[in-house]
């Protein structure tokens, strides 16, 4: 009988629990001989995704250092609290309680950078962050429905899904094995790649021969390993650290009140339903990969962080919050499950955020050598959806036909980025992230073939049973 997504977390897989175990893997807390590298690992894997959107944005709306270093200070105080709150939780109200990291998404750069350049000088940043702080609200405001749909995600869907996420993302690290800048004139120069090359290296030997918490720990080794080659040929950039601040608290409205205005906050409430379906993606994939239960009101309480994450960051200078696949990444490749590892993680980056100093030096780190690890990071999304796949009855014709589809409709958007350009700007949102996509078709096409009259429910009913 196949396994279901929503299967009970004491069900037996490649991630189960042994029985005699009182203690459940997520809940399971390290000692910090282990807790402080694997807590690195995910700090490493997120920190240039963490920084992106800021600097791009800060960039875009002619920020000084100074206002970029307080502009990324933000983003990490923000990406801290929030995957604090999410992996600890508060209650029943908010918190998935699973290792799940949260923090600005890079879905919202280009529906904010248009923003800015249709909004005055000096009130470029205002008008964003009055349209991030409504689309918090907005997801406060639906989160609950979201955990209601979960019936329509089965494996065939999730896996689908699951699989989109690793395949849509892996040109981020080829992008950053090349250098990082797609506008420098070395960009895919030998020296990086090369650099990228060694750190995957690493990696996969430290995998092959490392036995127990060494091999857990295989890609926290492969960015040291790669980050000390970076020095002897000047690829690691110390200027940051000789101009960071020490200590920087954030100021509540350090860029301006915000301001409201009905076209940016519609094409950010739009960009916040693809963030809240990429948050319920990720939430169903930690929930395979830990064998724990992901119901409905996980993902309730899943979807209010991130609301209350997007809805809080503008008052410091936040943007639209969301989850970081490259850290389910993290767990599945290195089996640490622990929420406690990644709520580590989140209290380093709310340190991070009030010292920037520290930020810097985690900054070290080349994005050659995080090329290399981005690889096996994506790479092994990508196999827990398929792994997911295999279970879901391929056997029959009409799922083939679904999964071929779906995925074809996700790989669209990497395949052609301007497919879509003669769509409407909401269409271009929407469709333009293969995961939304993916998933979009998927859930339409699983009630087209199984929902939709009596001889479908009762196969899939024989599917579940």
């Given at each position: 009988?196949?396994?279901?997504?929503?299967?009970?977390?004491e069900?037996?897989?490649?991630?189960?629990?042994?029985?005699e175990?009182?203690v459940?893997?997520v809940?399971e807390?390290?000692?910090?001989?282990?807790?402080?590298?694997?807590a690195?690992?995910?700090?490493?894997?997120?920190?240039?995704?963490?920084?992106?959107?800021?600097?791009?944005?800060?960039?875009?709306?002619?920020?000084?250092?100074?206002?970029?270093?307080?502009?990324?200070?933000?983003?990490?105080?923000?990406?801290?609290c929030?995957?604090?709150?999410q992996?600890?939780?508060i209650?029943?109200?908010?918190g998935?309680?699973l290792p799940?990291?949260?923090?600005?998404?890079?879905?919202?750069?280009?529906p904010m950078?248009a923003?800015?350049?249709?909004?005055?000088?000096?009130?470029?940043?205002?008008?964003?962050?009055?349209?991030?702080?409504?689309?918090?609200?907005f997801?406060?405001?639906?989160?609950?429905?979201?955990?209601r749909?979960?019936?329509?995600f089965?494996?065939l869907v999730?896996?689908?899904?699951?699989t989109?996420?690793?395949?849509?993302?892996?040109?981020?690290?080829?992008?950053?094995?090349?250098?990082?800048?797609?506008?420098?004139?070395d960009?895919?120069a030998?020296?990086?790649?090369?650099?990228?090359?060694?750190?995957?290296?690493?990696?996969?030997?430290?995998q092959?021969?490392?036995?127990?918490?060494?091999?857990?720990?295989?890609?926290?080794?492969?960015?040291?390993a790669g980050?000390?080659?970076?020095?002897?040929?000047?690829l690691?950039?110390?200027s940051?650290?000789?101009?960071?601040?020490?200590?920087?608290?954030?100021?509540?409205f350090?860029?301006?009140?915000?301001e409201?205005r009905?076209?940016?906050?519609?094409?950010?409430?739009?960009?916040?339903?693809?963030?809240?379906?990429?948050?319920c993606?990720?939430?169903l994939?930690?929930?395979?990969?830990?064998?724990r239960?992901?119901d409905?009101?996980?993902?309730t309480?899943?979807?209010?962080?991130?609301?209350?994450?997007t809805?809080?960051?503008?008052?410091f200078?936040g943007?639209?919050?969301?989850?970081?696949a490259?850290?389910?990444?993290?767990v599945?490749?290195t089996?640490?499950r622990?929420?406690?590892v990644?709520?580590?993680?989140?209290?380093?980056?709310?340190?991070?955020?009030?010292?920037?100093?520290?930020g810097?030096?985690v900054?070290?780190?080349?994005?050659?050598?995080l090329?290399?690890?981005?690889i096996?990071l994506?790479?092994?999304?990508?196999v827990?959806?398929?792994?997911?796949?295999?279970e879901?009855?391929?056997?029959?014709?009409?799922?083939?036909?679904?999964?071929?589809?779906?995925?074809?409709?996700g790989?669209i958007p990497?395949?052609?980025?301007?497919?879509?350009?003669?769509?409407?700007?909401?269409a271009q949102?929407?469709?333009?992230s293969?995961?939304?996509?993916?998933?979009?078709v998927?859930?339409?096409?699983?009630?087209?073939f199984?929902?939709?009259?009596?001889?479908?429910?009762?196969?899939?009913?024989?599917?579940?049973?």
């Open positions: 009988m196949a396994q279901t997504a929503l299967g009970p977390a069900a037996e897989g490649p991630c189960s629990t042994p029985l175990s009182p459940h893997p809940d807390k390290p000692a910090p001989s282990r807790l402080v590298p694997a690195l690992q995910h700090i490493a894997a997120m920190y240039a995704g963490v920084v992106t959107p800021p600097l791009i944005i800060g960039q875009a709306v002619g920020l000084d250092q100074a206002g970029l270093t307080r502009l990324i200070a933000a983003s990490l105080l923000i990406a801290g929030a995957t604090l709150l992996t600890l939780g209650g029943g109200f908010a998935n309680r799940f990291v949260n923090a600005a998404s890079s879905a919202g750069i280009a950078l923003i800015a350049e249709t909004s005055a000088p000096g009130h470029q940043l205002p008008v964003i962050y009055g349209a991030v702080l409504v689309a918090g609200a997801c406060l405001a639906i989160g609950p429905f979201f955990g749909l979960l019936r329509f089965p494996p999730t896996g689908v899904v699951i989109l996420i690793g395949v849509t993302l892996m040109p981020v690290p080829v992008s950053w094995a090349q250098g990082g800048d797609k506008e420098a004139a960009f895919g030998m020296k990086y790649l090369a650099l990228a090359a060694f750190t995957l290296t690493v990696i996969l030997i430290v092959r021969f490392g036995r127990g918490f060494l091999k857990q720990v295989a890609l926290l080794i492969g960015l040291l980050t000390l080659a970076a020095v002897p040929f000047g690691a950039d110390f940051a650290i000789r101009s960071a601040p020490v200590a920087a608290l954030p100021t509540p350090a860029f301006g009140a915000p409201f009905p076209a940016a906050i519609l094409s950010l409430c739009i960009v916040m339903l693809v963030l809240m379906t990429e948050s993606a990720g939430m994939a930690l929930g395979e990969i830990c064998d239960r992901t409905g009101r996980t993902i309480r899943g979807l209010r962080t991130d609301g209350i994450a809805f809080l960051g503008p008052v200078g943007f639209p919050t969301s989850a970081f490259q850290n389910v990444g993290v599945s490749l089996k640490v622990s929420r406690y990644v709520a580590a993680a989140g209290g380093a980056l709310l340190v991070l955020g009030v010292f920037p100093v520290l810097a030096v900054s070290l780190v080349p994005m050659p050598v090329g290399g690890a981005g096996v994506f790479g092994s999304i990508a827990s959806g398929i792994r997911t796949l295999s879901a009855g391929l056997d029959d014709s009409s799922n083939i036909v679904l999964v071929a589809v779906a995925l074809g409709a790989i990497l395949a052609a980025p301007g497919f879509y350009a003669g769509f409407p700007s909401w949102t929407v469709l333009g293969g995961i939304s996509a993916g998933a979009l998927a859930v339409l096409l699983n009630l087209f199984h929902h939709l009259g009596t001889h479908g429910r009762t196969a899939v009913a024989l599917k579940s049973s």
